[in-house]
């Protein structure tokens, strides 16, 4: 299968609690993107790296959030000190530069109790 | 900032009915992004429109965008049950083609036999 993978694809903490997200994005793709999708809602945009440098953050990219994609190919996600408004969906996405066709992995989901 | 809005939020139709489903987008944009999901699911790429007037059809699916009026439409003809899932539309964040993507609410669409 050479599409996105995510792990771990489900996470259960406790509030306070530091985790960490791992993307896996399709080979020859450079773009990597990070979103946030809560029940009921669509998908809200973290951040993205093109290679191995992060080119945006949005504002809900709290500064408990961090990511990186050291060597241009995987990237992870942390999220430090969860509170039980992180509980959520937490969806890579990879996509080649020009066309910007995301193909989205299975997601990770979050639950802090 | 911009915004994306779907209408309608919910619509539940007849096997063999068409219908169309809007996304207005606030700022300009250079390209619309359609994707679908099923409950449970992740994000299945549906149809990239790259220009004013562009149309795109798969099976019973139909997109087109009009970038001067903010204005997507993805149409359902003949509508069958396997077409039953949530239907967002996403433009980029900052309106150019490198970004992250601005997602609409979705429509919860469900097809009865």
Redesign the interface.
Known sequence: DTGVSQDPRHKITKRGQNVTFRCDPISEHN?L?W?RQTL?????????F?NEAQL?K?RLLSDRFSAERPKGSFSTLEIQRTEQGDSAMY?C?SSL???????????TRLTVL | ELKVEQNPLFLSMQEGKNYTIYCNYSTTSDRLYWYRQDPGKSLESLFVLLSNGAVKQEGRLMASLDTKARLSTLHITAAVHDLSATYFCAAPYSGGGADGLTFGKGTHLIIQP
Do not use: D, K
């Open positions: 773009r993107y979103y009921g809602q669509g998908p809200e945009f973290l951040t993205y093109q945006e949005s969806l996405a530069a020009w066309l910007n066709e995301q193909f989205f992995g299975p997601g």
